[in-house]
Structures are given as C-alpha cells and as structure tokens.
C-alpha cells in the first residue's frame, strides 16, 4: 500500500502544478502586455527555468503559453488603440501608450516603420522598450489590425523563445530550480538593460 498512497500524494501535485502554473503565466503575461508594468520576460524565464528543473512542467506548453499571451495582450492592446485613434475623445488606453512612447523613440519607430515595414515590428520585442513606440507607431501610420497581426505573430514567437532561452541558460547553471531563477532574472535584467547603458556610456551623438 505504500507506493498507492506515494501515488495519491504525488499525482495530484504533479496535476495542481500545471493547472495552476500555465494559466497563472497566461494570465500575466497577458497584462504585462496590456499594461506595460509586468516584467513579462522574467516571468518567461523564471518559467523555463522552473520547467527545465521539473518533468511536470513542459517547455513547450511554456512556449505556447507565453507567445498565446503576449499575442492576445498585444492585438488587445492595439484594437483598444484604435479604438481610440477613431473616438474625438481619445481613450486612456491609447494615452497610456503615448506616455510610454518618448518622442524621440516613436520618431525613430516612424522612420524605421516606414523604411522597413512589418519587420520593424518583429524586432520592437526584442528590443527592450522598443514594443510601444513601435506600436504606436503602427497606430499613427493608421495600419489595419489585420496588417498589424500578421507582423505580431513572428514578433511574439521570437520573443518567448529569446526569454525561454535566457531561461534555459539560467536553469542549466545551477543544480537548485531557485539558483536557476535567480540567475535567470539576472540574465534578463543584464539583457534589458545592456542597451541604455551602452548608450549612456558611448554618450550622445553628433550631428
């Protein structure tokens, strides 16, 4: 009887780990989308680590999960956008994406945008706060959210895959599911952060 009752205490873990892990992961990385507050990329990371580590948690319904959510989050966020580009009175939606888009990133998302199309789009989420001056961008080009979906796609793939990578790297380092997660975070903040510092060291350019 011994290993039945192992088998009653460990299935119901093992089935309680995943109904609550992926909507759990679904449900932020959705509002991270929508609200851009969320660190949507450690969540991706801390996940992968955590699935790398324990065979109950698959990598790839990671991956689904994560890349379905910033794709719903993203399309919402941007219907809800144009919603308010059409309405006299504007939304809070579309002025909480303006006051994420300094003037200065969505004149270089516009340019981008009108040079190289749709792949400026599959590059703003790698890009660390690239995604809404990019998609603001979209919006003041009055792009159809049709047109705006088909680029989202690849863009929301490539990300989960960068982030889960990260992940992967950071759960292969260390024996511990939680030393893995710490590094992950660590690779995550280097990532986002690598850029603005390299900016501020080169200092401004000249004309």
């Known amino acids: 009887m011994t290993w039945l009752g192992s088998a009653v205490t460990v299935v119901p873990t093992e089935a309680t780990q995943q109904v609550l892990g992926y909507p759990s992961l679904f449900l932020l990385v959705l509002i991270g989308a929508l609200v851009p507050v969320v660190p949507t990329g450690v969540l991706v990371s801390s996940a992968a680590v955590v699935a790398f580590h324990q065979a109950t948690i698959s990598l790839g319904m990671v991956f689904l999960t994560a890349s379905l959510a910033a794709f719903c989050g993203d399309v919402a966020l941007y219907w809800l956008g144009r919603r308010g580009m059409r309405s006299k009175n504007g939304s809070r939606w579309l002025e909480a994406i303006r006051s994420r888009a ?82 992950a975070v660590v690779l995550t903040v280097v990532v986002s952060a690598a850029p603005s510092v390299w900016k501020r060291v080169r200092g401004p350019e000249k004309a």
């Open 102 to 183: 300094p003037e200065d990133r969505l004149a270089q998302a516009q340019e981008k945008l009108a040079e190289h199309g749709v792949a400026v789009l599959v590059l703003s989420r790698l890009v660390p706060a690239g995604r809404i001056p990019v998609m603001l961008a979209c919006l003041l080009a009055k792009w159809p959210t049709r047109r705006f979906v088909r680029g989202n796609l690849p863009a929301c793939l490539a990300w989960t895959v960068t982030y889960q990578l990260i992940g992967i790297l950071g759960g292969s380092l260390f024996k511990e599911p939680w030393e893995g997660v710490v590094a």
